[in-house]
């Protein structure tokens, strides 16, 4: 069910929703990076892009993209504003399958 909210709130998210869909639309993807930021933007999706670009043909340093290199440019140090967001919500949406492995690696090697 939804949630009820505020027709101020909903302004507000409104505003947002335009900025981040401006971002995405007028972002210069210049590069191969530039691009899979961009194609992630769309999909959220690593491993679509590498199936994408393995199928269009396009390869970083002579090899094919895998969705291990797109999460790699992901998660690196963001180079603009919108790498900056996707970053912050990758991280937030891989936060518990994250701790979960960290937590399982600890006791793997203490035990």
Same mark, same amino acid.
Do not use: C, W
């Given at each position: 069910m939804?949630?009820?909210?505020t027709?101020?709130?909903a302004?507000?998210? %409104?505003?947002r929703l335009?900025?981040? =869909?401006?971002?995405?639309e007028?972002?210069n993807a210049s590069?191969?990076?530039k691009?899979? =930021?961009r194609?992630?933007a769309?999909?959220?999706s690593?491993?679509?892009?590498?199936? %994408? @670009?393995e199928?269009?043909g396009?390869?970083m340093?002579?090899? %094919? =993209?895998t969705?291990?290199? %797109?999460?790699g440019i992901?998660k690196?140090?963001?180079?603009?504003?919108l790498h900056?967001?996707l970053?912050?919500g990758y991280?937030?949406r891989?936060?518990?399958s994250r701790?979960?492995?960290?937590?399982s690696?600890?006791?793997? @090697?203490?035990?």
């Amino acid at each position: 069910m939804a949630q009820l909210i505020t027709y101020k709130r909903a302004k507000k998210e %409104v505003e947002r929703l335009k900025a981040y =869909i401006d971002l995405v639309e007028n972002y210069n993807a210049s590069t191969i990076e530039k691009q899979i =930021i961009r194609e992630y933007a769309y999909t959220n999706s690593g491993s679509e892009i590498a199936r %994408v @670009f393995e199928q269009r043909g396009i390869k970083m340093n002579g090899k %094919v =993209i895998t969705k291990e290199d %797109v999460l790699g440019i992901i998660k690196g140090r963001p180079t603009d504003e919108l790498h900056k967001l996707l970053k912050s919500g990758y991280m937030t949406r891989t936060k518990y399958s994250r701790k979960k492995t960290s937590k399982s690696n600890k006791e793997y @090697f203490y035990s």
